[in-house]
Each structure stands twice: as C-alpha cells, then as structure tokens.
C-alpha cells in the first residue's frame, strides 16, 4: 500500500489582546481570564468545526494540568473538541503551531487553533520542596497526635518561597546576563542596540498609524492598542538609560530600552489545509507553512539564545534558498543585541557552516527586511503568546506583498532552543 502524500498545510492569521504592562490593566485577569476573549474570537470566525485546539503557557499555574482544555470549556466551546497543552518557552505557540500542523498533516483534522498567553502579572509562588512536604503530612494525618506531630517537626530553615524568576535553572543566569555575554562574543555594541531599539518603536508607531493592527488585536476591558511603543523615544532618550543587567563592570550595553518588558497577554493563529481553510473567512491573511526546524546549542559555550542562526541554514539548504530569496524576515526581539547577534552569526560562512553543518554560502544577509512593522523590544512579549503574535503579524506583511513572497519567522527560547518557519503565499 502506497502511503498518502500530505496535504499543504496553510497558517492564517488570528487575534490577540493588546499587550500590556505587568501590574497594569490586566493585572486582574489571570493566565485562563485572558485567554478566553481571544478564543472565543476566533471561534466567532469559524464556519464549521475546529477539529482540536493547541495552547501554552510558560509560567504554569498549580489550579490546571491542562491549560488549554480549561480555556476551551470556559470559553465555552464544543466541549467533544479535544485541546491540550503544550510548552517551549518563548517559541511555545510556535511550538504550537508546528504540533498542530503534524497532526493535520497525518491525523486526519483539517482545522486547528493554536495560541498561548503570560499573565506575569498572576505569577504564582511557590513553597519550597519541605514546605510543601511539611503541609501534605500535616493534611494527610489521622487524629490529633499525628497532626500535633507533623506541627512539631516544621523547622524554620523549612519555610521558604519559591519566587519564579527570569533565569535559566542550569545555568542560574538571566536572559540578559547571557545576552550580555553574546553580546560581548560578537562585538555588538551600545548603539547598534539602542538603533535597532529605535527602528523596532518606530515601526510599531507607523504601523499603529496605518492601522495594521486593528483587525489583529480583540479589544479587552475597553483597550485594544498595545502599551509598550513610544512615540516620543529617541536615540538620546535610549543611551541616557543604564545598564539592566550587567550594572557593575562598566561594559553593560543592555537596558530596558532595548530589551523586551515583561507583558500581560494572549495570541492564537489558524493551522488548516485546504479543506480547513475553507471553514474561515477568505479575507483572513494566509500562507503555506513550507518548512520549520527547531534547533538548541550548548548554552555553556554557544550562547544561550543562538538556537536560530543554527536552524534556519539548514531549512534554507532543504529548500534551496538563499537569504535574498526572502521577502520578509520577522525576527523575534527578545533583546536587540540577541538579533544583531544571530544576523551577524548568519552573515559569518564558517559559523554557519560549523553550527548548522550546511556546506554552502547563502549570500548577504538582507538587514533591510527585518521586522517592518516592528518587534518584541517595542510590542511586548508575552513568552506564550510571542509565537502566535509574529506568526500572525508575519502573515499579514505577507498578504500584502506580491505572490509567491516568502517570509522566515524566527523565535529565541530559553534552554539554548530556537524554533523558525518559513511561509509562502
């Protein structure tokens, strides 16, 4: 029996909240409070059926092992239509997205919606490990003695918080203490970052203006722009800024200006083949998911978020392309010196050569066609929501290019991984 040949699979662009400050207007809505209105938007597009649903969180709440089956039932959706949960850090509703389309690819479905949020504003604390013992002991004694008992053995070293923090477990380093490491690697300087800081808000601004948003973003609690872009920041503004990260050598280049913030909020997207796609709305932006790849490096010796400049040789070497053969290039800007540090990785023959293991030039690298309409630095970054966000903003430049362009979109993620995707109209 000869097997069945795959069917394309599309991605069409799909809706987010605005993103918002930590502590700031969503500070009362939790991870499954803000990912509702985005959902039930999406359903609200649907002709049909969605066949399953895929969504992520990076920082997990103790009240649901599902995320993503508690947010399709309390968005109140077809409770016989199957979800679950997935995670990857800041690629996770790309992550997402790729599970999704393997399974559509092979499993039979035609429509799935997938997505992620971050309420940082909600983080949960923990107990630490003889807490936590202490306490299921205490509730799981019979009678008085036994309760008394577990009571007397509670030390005071005992009673600690586990407070979830921005660091890798490994190597107990920041996201930024590593990027300042990169960033000293390759020579990336104070200004280069504050530039790329500058073009990030300035394209936001600009595509604020257009309103290329407004049909991407579901007004939630009466806003529905994003807080972070600045109108008013400059190049002067971004160097009076002091170092966010490295604050006692001297040689500190990364700030708050050009690093992404901390961000409330929640984003999905379609993944469909052709059958699927006729289920949504012909306006809706779309392309052919052509390829992905996922890649990690050693986060002690490769840079921590260097993941991408490994992955996307090898998906332009299977396809035969070059970096002039596309259009669009939507780089997520977990920091700006982390992009400047992997463009110039793919700029370098022999590190491409060594970390990807492709044997060939892929020509020079189009700077130019980095993140028009604006990055993470400026937008927010929800770390599970940043991959539905850059995918959706990404289809939608696409559609208004000419035929046939094609865009590589590109995440960073903590633990040395990377995920990247390439699209075609």
Known sequence: MRPTASPAIWLAAGLRTPFLRVDGPFSGRDALALSVPVVQAMARQVTGAIDFGVWGSVLLNLAYSNLAREVWLEAGLEPHVPSFTTIMQCSTSMAGAFEAAGLL??????????????SMSRVQIGLGQNLSDWLRRLGQGRGLKRKLGAVAALRPRDVRLHVPEVKNRVTGKSMGEH?????????IGRLEQDELAL???????????????????????GISRDAFPRRDTSLEK????????????????????????????????????????????????RARLVDFEMAAVDIFREGLLMAPAAAIPRMLARQG??????????????????????VKALEDERYVREKSGVPHSFGPFPRDRVNPNGGSVAIGHPFGATGARILSQSLKQLAAMPPASRAVVSICADGGVGTVALLQT
């Open 105 to 118: 690819a092979h499993g039979g479905h035609a429509l799935a919606l997938a997505g992620g949020v971050e």
């Open 179 to 187: 990027c300042e490491e990169m960033a000293r690697e390759w020579k």
């Open 199 to 221: 073009r990030s808000h300035q394209g936001t601004i600009a595509a604020q203006d257009a309103g290329f948003f407004d049909d991407l973003i579901v007004p939630v609690d």
């Open 238 to 285: 971004l160097a009076a800024l002091r170092p966010a990260f490295d604050r006692s050598s001297g040689q500190g280049t990364l700030t708050a200006g050009n690093s992404s913030p901390l961000t409330d909020g929640a984003a999905a997207l379609w993944i469909a083949t052709d059958e699927g796609l006729s289920r949504l709305p012909a306006t809706l932006p």
């Open 321 to 342: 392309l070059r970096y002039e053969d596309v259009a669009l290039w939507e780089i997520h800007e977990a920091f700006a010196a982390q992009v400047l540090c992997n």
